[in-house]
């Protein structure tokens, strides 16, 4: 899967009828799999491709691992290949 760059003015969001792609103040932006229809706007729309669709019909992408303190594929790298560096505001 590509990682989401977190646009400024992310095109998914304003391509989703639904509302489901959701951008944060702090500019993290999300899908919430419950809202999601499975249209596919926002695939067509993203131009890194970084949103796909799962076998249960709803789109996905890189969202950092919001519900984590660190992103799980930084945190399980047994490399340490993978960092999360903070880019400025």
């Known amino acids: 899967m590509i990682r989401c760059v977190f646009c400024k003015k992310p095109k998914c969001v304003d391509a989703c009828p639904e509302n489901a792609i959701i951008q944060q103040d702090d500019g993290y932006v999300y899908i919430d799999a419950k809202i999601c229809d499975g249209c596919g706007n926002c695939i067509a729309a993203c131009p890194f491709d970084a949103i796909q669709m799962t076998k249960e019909g709803k789109s ?24 999360l560096i903070e880019k400025d505001a």
């Open 60 to 83: 996905v992408k890189c969202d950092l691992c919001l519900d984590y303190e660190t992103p799980v594929c930084v945190s399980q790298c047994p490399t340490d290949a993978l960092l």
